[in-house]
């Protein structure tokens, strides 16, 4: 019961972070000077005409078409979204851990609700060390157009504190490259239209979405 409750809490925590990202983008947009508008240049265009590069779910564009204060401001909202969620996941971990110590007659069952719960503060943890040139980096790679943020941004944390050993990362992510273009993990994708190979930095062909 416990458990439940603080996974749904946590949910609705971790689904402000595109809202916050959004409003925060939003203002740093309507804060700064719009640029003389270019056509030849896409990061000029209206931020929702950007968007629709994403809305296709190919993120990569997505982040190559957003200005440096578009991109900062989307990172500092994700960045404070998951602060917020690792604040209340704490908060409901030292509750539940109080009353389970209250009751020396809890069942086992209520302990390891205890126990799974406070494994769980440090998934949103350090997200503070991604930095845009890092997303700027792994998005250059055609290999990851597809790959949604919230993955991105988590292997990226990995890599900046030290979670995972760079065999672990690169397992990872070539796992979730090969999910990506077999369409097996996100079948949407495919609906964007397959057209032709593309050589990738790592020498393996993987299709593109035109």
């Given at each position: 019961?416990?458990?439940?409750?603080a996974?749904?809490?946590?949910?609705?925590?971790?689904?402000?972070l595109?809202i916050?990202a959004?409003?925060?983008?939003?203002?740093?947009?309507?804060?700064?000077?719009?640029?003389?508008?270019?056509?030849?240049?896409?990061?000029?265009?209206?931020?929702?005409?950007?968007?629709?590069?994403?809305?296709?779910?190919?993120?990569?564009?997505?982040?190559?078409?957003?200005?440096?204060?578009?991109?900062?401001?989307?990172?500092?909202?994700?960045?404070?979204a998951?602060?917020q969620?690792r604040?209340?996941?704490?908060t409901?971990?030292?509750?539940?851990?109080?009353?389970?110590?209250?009751?020396?007659?809890?069942?086992?069952?209520?302990?390891?609700?205890?126990?799974?719960?406070?494994?769980?503060?440090?998934d949103?943890?350090?997200y503070?060390?991604?930095?845009?040139?890092?997303l700027?980096?792994?998005?250059?790679?055609?290999?990851?157009q597809?790959?949604?943020?919230?993955?991105?941004?988590?292997?990226?944390?990995?890599?900046?504190?030290?979670?995972?050993?760079?065999g672990?990362?690169?397992?990872a992510?070539?796992?979730?490259?090969?999910?990506i273009?077999?369409?097996?993990?996100?079948?949407?994708?495919?609906?964007?239209?397959?057209?032709?190979?593309?050589?990738?930095k790592?020498?393996?062909?993987?299709?593109?979405?035109?």
């Open positions: 019961m416990l458990v439940n409750l996974r749904n809490g946590s949910l609705r925590t971790a689904q402000c595109c916050l959004a409003l925060l983008l939003g203002r740093a947009l309507a804060q700064s000077q719009a640029p003389a508008k270019d056509n030849g240049d896409p990061k000029t265009w209206p931020y929702d005409v950007r968007l629709t590069a994403r809305g296709f779910g190919n993120i990569g564009r997505w982040w190559s078409l957003m200005n440096e204060n578009d991109k900062a401001a989307f990172l500092d909202g994700y960045q404070e998951m602060r969620a604040s209340h996941d704490k409901v971990c030292e509750a539940m851990l109080q009353t389970t110590l209250k009751n020396p007659n809890s069942p086992i069952e209520a302990t390891e609700e205890v126990i799974f719960m406070c494994s769980t503060v440090s949103t943890a350090e503070d060390k991604v930095t845009v040139k890092a700027d980096n792994f998005y250059s790679d055609p290999a990851n597809f790959i949604v943020l919230g993955w991105s941004m988590g292997h990226l944390r990995d890599k900046a504190s030290g979670r995972k050993t760079e672990q990362l690169l397992d992510l070539k796992a979730e490259q090969k999910d273009h077999d369409c097996s993990k996100y079948p949407h994708i495919c609906k964007a239209g397959i057209t032709e190979s593309q050589p990738l790592s020498g393996i062909h993987f299709p593109v979405c035109c």
